[in-house]
């Protein structure tokens, strides 16, 4: 597939192979000029050739509190939901800097207020809501814990093997690596070791285990 591409982003052409065996044979298709956009959370893995033809190669941040808390608060406008300032920033903060993750429990949050309250969200209500949903004030959930504590009660906080740690917990190991270990990473809590996964002295004091300073 990628051999396909260089064509057709160098010289906007492809040629395709039509038929099987001796019957063979390429259709030479000219493209229209055309803008390729590509994304990936796993560069390491396309060719350099390939990564070498796009012109530009950025990297996508974690969005800030600031501009989190402005997401939450157009959202709660385009949802019709009140929500002042305090409530606005509790959901940015458990959002994981991920705009997606702040829609998706402003929703829930929303939901908790129009029952419990007059349909305002404030920090209380949002931390009430969200500690029904089990997603703490740095917005780890039971998996993210559940990972964390396996690595710290089992493995006296690692290192351990990705594949361990995925049969401990029943998970596969491409959800971990790629939903959980990146956020853990961004927070100081998981190191990636040659050896493998290693719980940080931060990840004992966010879950409130004494952490032995004698490992």
């Known amino acids: 597939m990628e051999e396909v591409l260089y064509s057709a982003m160098e010289d906007y052409y492809v040629d395709i192979i039509i038929g099987q065996g001796?019957?063979?044979?390429?259709?030479?298709?000219t493209l229209p000029p055309f803008t390729l956009v590509g994304a990936t959370?796993?560069?390491?893995s396309l060719s350099a050739p390939l990564r070498d033809r796009f012109g530009i190669v950025s990297r996508m941040e974690y969005y800030s509190l600031e501009d989190l808390r402005q997401i939450v608060h157009r959202s709660a406008d385009v949802l019709s939901t009140k929500i002042d300032e305090s409530g606005a920033v509790?959901?940015?903060?458990r959002s994981r800097g991920t705009p997606r993750v702040a829609n998706r429990l402003l929703?829930?949050?929303?939901?908790?207020?129009?029952?419990?309250?007059?349909?305002?969200?404030?920090?209380e209500i949002a931390d009430k809501a969200l500690s029904i949903l089990s997603v703490d004030n740095k917005g780890l959930d039971d998996l993210d814990r559940q990972i964390l504590t396996t690595m710290?009660?089992?493995?006296?906080?690692?290192p351990v093997g990705l594949s361990t740690i995925a049969a401990n917990i029943g998970e596969e190991m491409?959800?971990?690596?790629?939903?959980?270990?990146?956020?853990?990473?961004?927070?100081?809590?998981?190191?990636?070791?040659?050896?493998?996964?290693?719980a940080t002295p931060m990840a004992y004091d966010h879950l409130g285990i004494t952490y032995d300073t004698e490992k």
């Open 22 to 29: 001796p019957t063979a044979h390429p259709v030479h298709f």
């Open 107 to 123: 929703r829930r949050v929303r939901d908790f207020a129009q029952v419990y309250r007059d349909g305002l969200i404030t920090k």
């Open 90 to 93: 509790e959901i940015a903060l």
């Open 152 to 158: 710290i009660r089992f493995y006296n906080g690692g």
């Open 41 to 44: 959370t796993k560069a390491g």
């Open 174 to 198: 491409e959800t971990i690596e790629d939903m959980y270990e990146p956020y853990l990473l961004q927070l100081g809590f998981l190191q990636r070791t040659p050896r493998g996964r290693i």
